[in-house]
């Protein structure tokens, strides 16, 4: 079972004091890698009795990890700040069920959700600490040169960054899902149904395909002033029309980037590559290039 199933099974079955006492762990985890006891207390102003029975409670529902060493701390695991995301989103009038997966990756994971008004969202849930932690900090140019960064901080930032992106460029037209709401590492979106490009055994037109997604790449650039810098065949979707969504948009940068046209030019090459080995349609880099470029 993963962390989302723990949360989505759980959260009715949390109380306001619980809550309390996980916000209170996440607000400490920014100066404690396990947060004492005495901490919690002062923070959750609730007495100490009632803080251990609550702790009690969230340990037994599998959202927080007990450390024992010359002290007893607490700290969130990803259920638990699973939890939290899904809490204020409720609260917000965001969400109000949960459906199945629609995928589970490296360093998210997606589920069909209903909003109140009975719309069909999908919610990811970043994971960036699932990977190597060195990794995400050595490929991602958001956490910048921070020496202490949390999985918690990573996910959130990756979330933050992601919804940002899709604000900007969904007006401008780009194929990207419709940005809903965001909290913590977790980002509402319009639903995601097709299938990923990289899965795609049979495509009736590539060469049609391959036209959409680099037309995207051109508005993205010129009109929203965005380039994805992470794409790749994994996450192009095809939706059962055939046509397009271009998702997970984290590491996208501005024009004005140092190596904007590095990463641009990295975007199409992998794209033109997939094609080419897989659909046999062949495109010369730098012609692709200079046409998204509107040269």
């Not at 102003?45 to 927080?64: A, Q, T």
Request: aromatic share 10%; hydrophobic share 40%.
């Amino acid at each position: 079972m993963s962390s989302a199933d723990i949360a989505v099974r759980v959260y009715r079955e949390l109380e306001p004091e619980d809550f309390r006492v996980l916000s209170a762990i996440e607000l400490e985890m920014s100066r404690h890698r396990y947060v004492p006891m005495s901490d919690l207390v002062k923070v959750c102003r609730l007495p100490e009795k009632e803080v251990k029975y609550r702790l009690s409670r969230l340990d037994e529902f599998g959202l927080i990890y007990r450390w024992v060493g010359f002290y007893v701390g607490y700290s969130l695991n990803m259920a638990g700040y699973d939890c939290l995301a899904i809490n204020a989103l409720v609260k917000a009038g965001v969400l109000e069920a949960f459906g199945k997966p629609l995928g589970v990756g490296k360093e998210s994971d997606v589920y069909d959700a209903l909003t109140p008004s009975g719309e069909r969202v999908a919610v990811k849930m970043h994971r960036l600490g699932r990977t190597s932690f060195r990794q995400t900090r050595r490929l991602r140019d958001y956490v910048g040169n921070r020496r202490h960064v949390s999985w918690l901080y990573q996910s959130r930032l990756a979330a933050e960054k992601e919804f940002e992106a899709l604000k900007i460029i969904y007006p401008c037209g780009v194929a990207v899902p419709k940005p809903v709401s965001q909290n913590r590492h977790v980002v509402v979106m319009g639903i995601i149904e097709g299938e990923e490009l990289s899965r795609v055994v049979d495509l009736p037109e590539p060469e049609r395909v391959l036209d959409e997604i680099l037309l995207n790449v051109r508005k993205a650039y010129s009109d929203a002033g965005v380039i994805h810098a992470d794409l790749s065949e994994f996450n192009v979707i095809i939706k059962p029309d055939f046509h397009i969504l271009i998702i997970d948009w984290p590491q996208y940068v501005r024009l004005d980037h140092p190596n904007a046209d590095y990463y641009l030019r990295r975007d199409l090459k992998n794209i033109l590559q997939f094609f080419k080995r897989k659909f046999r349609v062949r495109r010369d880099l730098e012609d692709v290039f200079r046409y998204v470029k509107g040269r």
